[in-house]
């Protein structure tokens, strides 16, 4: 039987090593999804969902609610992949485009799918990247956003929208 976020934050204040572990294996590709949403880099996503572990093990006992760690972890992630962006001037794509199309092609084409997420706020990219990149349910963006799965569906519903307006392109 697998032990709740609760139970497993619980134990990790204890100092039980294994239960953290749970935790991040867990919550770890959502942390990377998260990061990679503001950095628009894997690696660097990587690095920042690990530092944003590590910064959760060391104020872990400041959770109030371990019912919300993968909230509270989002939290944690954004602000650190937030100032890692800040500290970067490069920004790499998304998800790497293996046969681009030309540049100025207007058939809605990867890069021109690229271009069009960048141009979303923050809060919609996420939501795509973590869906459709990340492959996570509306659920679990939910539980890690505190929102509800209906909140989730209409910022991707939205950013859809958004997305087929930039692309000059109707919404199917």
Same mark, same amino acid.
């Given at each position: ?16 090593? +294994? ?27 990587? +690095? ?11 104020? &872990?006992?400041?959770?109030? +609610? ?27 794509? &998304? ?66 929208? +958004? ?10």
């Amino acid at each position: 039987m697998e032990r709740s976020d609760a139970e497993l934050v619980a134990a990790a204040c204890q100092g039980d090593v +294994d239960s953290f572990r749970q935790l991040y294996e867990r919550h770890y590709r959502l942390a990377v999804g998260i990061a990679r949403s503001r950095l628009r880099d894997l690696h660097l996503a990587e +690095d920042a969902a690990q530092e944003a572990f590590a910064l959760a093990c060391r104020q &872990l006992a400041t959770l109030r +609610d371990g019912r919300r760690f993968a909230e509270w972890l989002g939290t944690i992630c954004r602000r650190t992949a937030s100032k890692a962006a800040k500290a970067k001037t490069i920004h790499a794509p &998304l998800i790497e485009v293996t046969a681009s199309p030309r540049p100025d092609s207007s058939d809605g084409g990867p890069t021109n799918v690229l271009v069009a997420l960048e141009k979303l706020s923050d809060a919609s990219r996420e939501v795509v990247v973590l869906h459709y990149f990340s492959g996570f349910s509306h659920e679990q963006i939910a539980q890690s956003l505190g929102v509800s799965a209906a909140a989730v569906h209409g910022r991707l519903q939205r950013a859809r929208r +958004d997305l087929a307006k930039e692309l000059g392109t109707s919404e199917e």
